[in-house]
């Protein structure tokens, strides 16, 4: 198993450019997720990383070794896709097998492994039947099944489990986190879907515009994230955004549209310069209802709407032009209504610069 | 993409390559050349400009066959395609017997057209064919020797290319006419419209595509029309059905007139050119437009 | 399609009337050639082109096959017919063979000058043969194909050459992608992937081109005339030499047998064929 170095990485198609110097280090047996909205550009990274496709500029080595000009079969990956691309006309046991007899494995080697694949993910019994015979969920263990016998340093998944059903969806999910677990291989996947990314990834790299917007734990890019547009794409309900001005000093303040906020409890990188135009971002398990004995600073809001959410409710409260919300037990959603004064725990906040989008 | 693979590509399509340079624009630039040189029995690299082409227009043989064609030609088509277009229409209002119908419409284009010509020349033969049938059942006078018959023969070669054609000409519009969206039978019986006049100012024009593929196919194989000719009437009676594919190949094997031979085949290039582009081009805009 | 009460409405019924009476229009022929075949010549004289035969006999298709003269020789159409075989077979494999492999290079590797090749290709299928008659008569001298098996296959290869292309192109295009990155990362070339992964898959166009190739080789007329060579001819050639070259008396029942048995093969394919020919017709007819 071995690790990814990727440095500068740039491609355009034509006039558009789809991924802006990357950079990346993947440690081995991490499990790396790349994840974003459509057009951020992972399919293109995973792509140039596995070699499917050119690039401008930049370098990827794969297990120390320089691989940027080698064809992926050369630089020792391995890959499932979408659609899964089983080989309709083979067999499933065909279908684990081409690779290795394409690189000339012995008849007895290519047996083994694909025994062992095929017992690993429990498909043994599938083995004499096509592709088209074969229930989606089935598909997707075979197409894990091919990737697992190329005894590769990488795993590159590309959004393996968009085609399945919500269900099949979380059984499947539990399954690769189990092979990761067991097999210990490094693994590069790419999703769209934040929960699968947040429950499978050592690592996960959230992309924008061709850029990595921050690379970084589950945990850490739920509690510190680095931009604005992390914060508002990890974590579902998602965080609250209140506009505001900082204001420095003895005891510092933010000054929202209605209320000032003491903001000294706030985990702050450095200093921010007075006046600054600043974004606050509060997640609605850190706003409570001040006369249930929360900690935090209390301000003033006026109840809007609640949304019943089953095991919690989420309620919407307005402070003046500005609505911020907040996770309530649903009994005690059902009681609250009029002005309410509000405990946000600030020691949990982010606060953004509202230009650079950054995090202070 | 690996040299390897990308020089295993371009390898595989070498033969594809050779036959497209060589023999297609090969073939096509030297027939043309000869056209412009004093060339007989053999060709020579005399420059005589247009001259072989003065000669053929001035030929009566060629003459003849150019108008044949063109009469056939047109003919062919419309007709072709108004029985096309009407066999497709009566399957399609869900007849029984469907498959063996189409069958029966479609069989005659899987033949020959030696074949075609042989057994169309029996069936109208002018003492023992068809017209003995009149004469058998009491009409005398009838004289159905249109074979045999200068002015006639060529409806002759007509009769039979519709018989051979029809039939793809129906399997044509069929797939078109499957491909139209159900609803607007619906949408016109409420509004009242009766199915002549639909079919007339709706659906027809919704067929443009296949009306324009019918019509491309029919062209490429009229041009081509030889066949036929040798087997049914041999070009006569005299030169009465004489077609230009036919004026090509006897000067060229027969008369030993490579020069005129050319310059015969092409003006066939150019005509074909000239029928078939806009055609193409109205079909690329078609399928441009539909692609949005 | 119209809804329609079911039930013989006048309308109906005058459907039915017209489509049973366009059936006997396109049977007429053929039946006229299967009955006049089973005749004897006296009864052909006498009595009238539709009437069934008084006494059935396949002494003409016997003739037809072993002793019609055809030109210099009389061994009857059965020459033609092997000829026609052995003409059939190297060429539908060959430019099958051809056509499919540019197709699948066209499609899913793209190499330079792709466009303009298919470009070609493509407007080769409307080309008068005539154009190419002579420079290819002179370039088949050249090269000893001249009156050849190999020169006639050859010829079939090179004008089947469009057709093959585009249907395998046009089926080749509609295999998604991701099953060509699968076959890369795998470690698969360009052979390796045409023979295991796409061959297989294209079955269904194989059969295609299969039926297409096998009624236009076989029912060819011009190329087999001007390219194979007179101990080549095929059977269209040697029916229309049979039959138009006769000296004296004119044998029409011997004429029609010679006319089924080259018939009997596309006729064959057809009808063994089924849907599959008209979806034959539909790739072919789709150029451009």
């Avoid at chain 1, 095991?311 to 919407?316: P, Y």
């Avoid at chain 3, 002793?67 to 000829?83: D, E, K, M, P, Y």
């Amino acid at each position: 198993m071995s690790g990814i170095q990727v440095r500068s990485l740039k491609k355009s198609y034509g006039a558009l450019t789809v991924l802006q110097e990357i950079g990346l280090e993947v440690q081995p047996g991490e499990f790396t997720v790349l994840l974003g909205p459509s057009g951020c550009g992972k399919s293109t990274l995973l792509s140039a990383i596995a070699g499917l496709d050119e690039i401008d500029s930049g370098t990827i080595e794969i297990g120390g070794e320089d691989v940027t000009d080698r064809e992926p079969s050369q630089r020792g990956i391995a890959m499932v896709f979408q659609s899964y691309a089983l080989y309709p006309t083979m067999t499933v046991r065909g279908n684990l097998s081409f690779g290795l007899k394409v690189k000339r494995n012995t008849r007895a080697e290519i047996e083994k492994r694909v025994s062992w694949a095929a017992d690993l993910l429990q498909i043994t019994p599938l083995l004499d039947r096509k592709p088209g015979q074969l229930s989606g969920g089935q598909r997707q263990r075979v197409a894990i099944g091919r990737a697992l016998v190329q005894d590769a340093k990488l795993f590159l998944f590309d959004e393996p489990l968009s085609n399945l059903d919500a269900k099949l969806r979380t059984e499947m999910r539990v399954e690769i986190k189990k092979l990761h677990r067991e097999l210990g291989m490094t693994i590069v996947y790419v999703t769209h879907d934040q929960i699968e990314a947040m429950t499978l990834a050592t690592r996960i790299a959230v992309m924008k515009g061709g850029q990595i917007e921050q690379y970084a734990s589950p945990d850490e890019l739920y509690e510190r994230p680095a931009t604005l547009f992390v914060a508002g794409f990890v974590g579902a309900p998602a965080m609250t955004f209140l506009p505001g001005v900082y204001r420095a000093g003895g005891s510092p303040a933010i000054e929202l549209d209605a209320v000032r906020v003491p903001a000294g409890s706030l985990p702050l990188a450095g200093p921010v310069g007075d006046g600054t135009e600043v974004i606050l971002g509060v997640r609605p398990e850190h706003v409570a209802l001040a006369e249930d004995g929360a900690v935090g600073q209390i301000v003033d809001a006026t109840t809007q709407f609640m949304e019943p959410m089953g095991a919690d409710t989420l309620g919407w409260f307005g402070l003046g032009s500005q609505r911020i919300s907040a996770r309530l037990a649903p009994q005690r959603a059902r009681t609250v209504n009029g002005p309410v004064r509000l405990a946000l725990d600030l020691r949990h906040a982010s606060l953004f610069d509202k230009a650079t989008e950054r995090r202070l | 993409m690996a040299i390897g693979s990308r020089l295993a590509a371009q390898t595989a399509l070498i033969p594809a390559m050779l036959i497209a340079l060589v023999v297609y624009c090969g073939s096509t630039g030297w027939t043309i050349w000869i056209s412009l040189t004093s060339s007989r029995m053999l060709p020579n690299n005399n420059f005589v400009g247009l001259r072989q082409y003065e000669i053929l227009f001035a030929n009566e043989r060629w003459q003849v066959s150019v108008q044949n064609l063109a009469l056939f030609g047109a003919m062919f088509i419309v007709l072709a395609l108004a029985l096309g277009f009407f066999l497709a229409v009566l399957i399609d209002q869900r007849v029984r017997a469907e498959d063996l119908l189409r069958s029966v419409f479609l069989y005659p284009f899987s033949m020959s057209f030696i074949v075609t010509g042989l057994a169309w020349r029996w069936l109208l033969d002018p003492t023992l064919g068809i017209a003995k049938i009149a004469h058998d059942i009491g009409f005398e006078s009838i004289q159905f020797d249109w074979l045999v018959r200068q002015d006639r023969v060529i409806f002759t070669l007509l009769a039979a290319a519709i018989w051979h054609a029809a039939g793809l000409v129906m399997a044509i519009m069929l797939s078109g006419l499957r491909g139209i969206d159900q609803e607007i039978w619906k949408a016109t019986r409420i509004d009242g419209i009766p199915a002549w006049r639909t079919y007339i100012f709706i659906v027809i024009p919704m067929l443009k595509g296949s009306f324009a593929t019918a019509t491309i196919l029919m062209a490429t194989s009229v041009v081509r029309l030889y066949d036929l000719s040798v087997a049914m009437t041999n070009g006569g009676p005299g030169i009465a059905s004489e077609v230009p594919a036919k004026f090509v190949m006897d000067n060229l094997f027969e008369r030993q007139n490579i020069g005129l031979a050319t310059a015969a085949a092409t003006s066939m290039l150019i005509t074909v050119v000239a029928v078939v582009a806009p055609l193409l081009y109205a079909q690329n805009r078609a399928a441009a437009k539909a692609a949005g | 399609m119209r809804k329609n009460a079911r039930g013989l409405t006048p309308a109906r019924i005058g459907l039915y009337a017209f489509l049973v009476i366009s059936a006997a229009f396109f049977l007429l022929p053929l039946y006229v050639m299967i009955v006049t075949s089973l005749k004897g010549m006296p009864e052909i004289r006498e009595a009238n082109m539709l009437a069934l035969p008084h006494t059935p006999t396949i002494a003409a298709w016997v003739k037809a096959w072993s002793s019609a003269c055809t030109g210099l020789s009389c061994n009857g159409i059965q020459v033609g017919f092997f000829n026609s075989v052995k003409i059939m077979f190297p060429s539908v494999i060959m430019s099958i063979a051809v056509g499919a492999v540019t197709g699948y290079a066209l499609s899913l590797w793209r190499p330079r000058g792709v466009a303009l090749l298919f470009g070609i290709l493509m407007a080769v299928a409307f080309v008068p043969y005539q154009v190419f008659l002579f420079p290819l008569v002179r370039l088949f001298s050249f090269a000893g194909l001249n009156s050849s098996l190999p020169g006639i296959i050859t010829v079939h290869t090179i004008f089947g050459l469009p057709t093959m292309t585009l249907i395998f192109r046009n089926y080749f295009a509609g295999i998604p992608l991701e099953l060509m990155k699968a076959a890369r990362v795998d470690g698969a070339g360009f052979w390796r992937i045409f023979g295991s992964i796409m061959l297989p898959m294209a079955v269904p166009i194989i059969v295609v081109a299969m039926i297409l190739q096998v009624t236009g080789i076989w029912n060819d007329f011009i190329f087999g005339l001007v390219f194979a060579g007179r101990e080549n001819f095929p059977m269209t050639v040697q029916l229309n030499n049979i039959v138009n070259s006769t000296q004296g008396e004119r044998e029409y029942n011997v004429d029609m047998a010679a006319t089924m048995l080259t018939a009997l093969v596309p006729l064959a394919v057809y009808f063994i064929s089924g849907r599959w020919f008209v979806r034959g017709i539909a790739a072919g007819a789709v150029k451009g």
